[in-house]
Structure formats: C-alpha cells, structure tokens
C-alpha cells in the first residue's frame, strides 16, 4: 500500500493550506489515518489522526486550528490547516494503518510546509 501526499508549500503567517494525501494498492480497509511531522533537529509529532468511525485526535499545538477529515471511498485524508504560525514549518507526514493482504502500516513520502513570519 503506497500513500501519496499533496498539498504543501510556503504561506504567510496567518494564511490557510490544505494537504492531501490518498491511499492505493490493494486495500480491503483502512483503520487510522493521521498526519504527523518532523521540523529541523526535532522529532517526529503527531499532529492529527482520525479513525474509520471519524473519531479525531489533535496535537495540544494544533487544536482549534487545524483539522482532520476522511474519504473512505477514495482512501484519502485531509488536514486543513488555518491560522499557520512560523512554528509549523515542517515536513508533513501521512500515516495510514489496515488491512490488505494482511495487515499494512503506511508512510507517505513527506510534504514540506514553510510558514513565514
């Protein structure tokens, strides 16, 4: 299962972006999708995860800013981001968990988000 993900790019402090990101290959279902992100010499964060049912997780620094929505028939989520700030400049990841054959556990390749002050 590869996932693909869009929708990155620079924007003014303040502004809005929405990253894109769909899941193909053989899928039967999929469980949890999210997106995390790495910024420069930190660690990996989740940011936001939504589950088949639509449950949705948020990171503390993205609450009330940003959310999560699903696709299920086109295997896609979304993250809309509003109220950027300089601190969420970093690489986007997509995450996605189910079941194909047997179970899968995806990455997306990573989309750079650069948030000027």
């Known amino acids: 299962v590869q996932l693909q993900a869009y929708g990155g790019g620079l924007v003014q402090a303040g502004g809005s972006l929405r990253l894109s990101c769909t899941a193909s290959g053989s899928i039967f279902s999929i469980n949890n999708m999210g997106w995390y992100r790495q910024a420069p010499g930190k660690q990996r964060e989740l940011v936001a995860a939504?589950?088949?049912?639509?449950?949705?997780n948020y990171a503390d620094s993205v609450k009330g800013r940003f959310t999560i929505s699903r696709d299920n028939a086109k295997n896609t989520v979304y993250l809309q981001m509003n109220s950027l700030k300089p601190e969420d400049t970093a690489v986007y990841y997509c995450?996605?968990?189910?079941?194909?054959?047997?179970?899968?556990?995806?990455w997306g390749q990573g989309t750079l988000v650069t948030v000027s002050s």
């Open positions: 939504i589950t088949s049912g639509g449950s949705t």
């Open positions: 995450n996605a968990d189910g079941e194909t054959m047997g179970y899968f556990g995806s």
